[in-house]
């Protein structure tokens, strides 16, 4: 019977609308995701960093803007200091250049994969607290800085095993010079957030809304017409060419795309880039080329990768001019995505790549050796820790996706062999030497 003292003092467990646990299965996708994304991105000579979680609020307010200041989770610590939690790992980096910058070799290329938190709407694969994973080059304004970041956007997905996926390329320059053309450059901070919102409200309410920002239906129709393709199947240049004139042949920011793309053609990986003008990115520091990511099965879900060149953001903190161009991928937000496609990708998630099971108690240090040996291979070795039935240790495996296992009773220890059985597919092979065990592991 339970004691119904202890009962009322139990604290309820429950977790904050927009914060959820992550289950192992999908931690160790994820953790695994973050471990090739980490070599893959030293592989191109970015150096990793880290800021901290908390920040003083002025230095985060600095720069965000309207809907960005509105979710910042912020709040007075024990020092009556007014502090907030980072909502992005931008803004932080801005501040971190400013006072490291005189420690750094430039052009500074580095990558940084933690949490963040907006407190903003939770739904479906959007939550308060998120991981995003930021590359970034700073103290290079060229195109050349500007394609590496879309190539290691390009060989990050497919790193990562992501297919049928478009990036969404635009160019907050050519996008400014149309509406100082248009004039009205005096309200471009409204117009681009209200642009951003196009694919979530649709044509006509972001029509009202650019009427009521700029007080003229013609010049709401002028602006729609900027950020709409023609046609589909217009080509990137064609696309580029045509906004240039409309902008009034802005030839510095038009020449800059053309170098990109010709980048992204002698890669061979522009088929994955589209120019579409409708993409402005929200937030007030973006300066040059701006993009998005969508994947091809899910284009409501949201963008997975998002970024853009951002040449005044450190400007906030320091006189140095700090030119900068980055990227972010929406971790958590690209998990979901792939899980409600069913994708291949999350059907590992295994604790362990063999478990040793106990069939026998006093074996126990030869297991160990078992393991140890497994190990140096390189394979991960899990040794089933309690005196259970067979049935209870299979269960085990199952639940934490082990797909081989041991059997090994004292026949394998006296013979110096080892019973080798393929969960998934219930083939076995008896009485074999450890190596062998480690070869057909390693083979699968």
């Not at 069939?359 to 030869?366: E, F, G, V």
Request: hydrophobic share 40%; proline share 3%; net charge negative.
């Amino acid at each position: 019977m339970i004691d119904e003292t202890k009962a009322r003092n139990i604290i309820e467990p429950k977790v904050l609308k927009g914060f959820r646990d992550t289950l192992p299965a999908m931690e160790i996708q994820k953790k695994a995701i973050i471990s090739k994304l980490e070599t893959h991105f030293s592989s191109y000579g970015f150096v990793p960093i880290d800021t901290p979680v908390l920040e003083y609020t002025e230095v985060l307010l600095g720069k965000g803007g309207g809907e960005t200041d509105k979710q910042i989770f912020h709040f007075k610590d024990n020092g009556e200091r007014e502090v907030a939690l980072r909502f992005d790992l931008t803004v932080p980096f801005a501040r971190f250049l400013a006072m490291h910058q005189n420690e750094l070799a430039f052009p500074f290329k580095r990558f940084h994969i933690d949490k963040v938190w907006r407190g903003e709407n939770p739904q479906k694969g959007r939550f308060r607290e998120f991981t995003q994973c930021d590359f970034d080059i700073v103290g290079a304004d060229n195109a050349a800085a500007d394609y590496e970041i879309l190539s290691m956007m390009d060989s990050s997905f497919s790193l990562m095993g992501v297919s049928d996926y478009t990036f969404y390329i635009a160019h907050r320059g050519l996008f400014n010079a149309f509406l100082e053309h248009l004039e009205v450059q005096d309200k471009s901070v409204d117009i681009l957030r209200t642009v951003d919102k196009l694919r979530k409200i649709g044509n006509d309410a972001v029509k009202g809304l650019l009427v009521d920002i700029t007080g003229s239906e013609d010049k709401a129709l002028k602006i729609l017409q900027f950020i709409t393709k023609e046609d589909e199947s217009e080509s990137f240049l064609s696309t580029l060419h045509r906004l240039s004139d409309l902008s009034g042949h802005e030839i510095e920011h038009t020449q800059r795309m053309e170098k990109i793309y010709e980048y992204l053609t002698a890669a061979n990986i522009e088929k994955h880039f589209v120019y579409d003008p409708s993409i402005t990115r929200g937030l007030d520091y973006y300066t040059g080329i701006v993009y998005e990511t969508f994947l091809t099965d899910l284009p409501n879900f949201g963008s997975v990768c998002s970024g853009g060149r951002y040449n005044d953001l450190a400007s906030l903190y320091t006189k140095e001019k700090l030119p900068g161009v980055g990227s972010s991928i929406g971790l958590d937000r690209l998990l979901a995505a792939l899980e409600e496609l069913n994708s291949p990708i999350l059907k590992s998630g295994s604790s362990a790549d063999v478990i040793v099971f106990c069939l026998d108690d006093q074996l126990r240090s030869w297991y160990d050796s078992l393991a140890r040996t497994l190990r140096k291979a390189g394979l991960r070795c899990d040794v089933y820790m309690l005196d259970k039935k067979i049935g209870i240790q299979f269960k085990y495996a199952e639940t934490n996706h082990i797909p081989f296992g041991l059997t090994c009773g004292s026949e394998e220890f006296a013979s110096n062999t080892v019973t080798l059985k393929n969960l998934l597919t219930r083939e076995t092979h008896k009485m074999i030497p450890i190596e062998d065990a480690v070869t057909l592991i390693q083979r699968n």
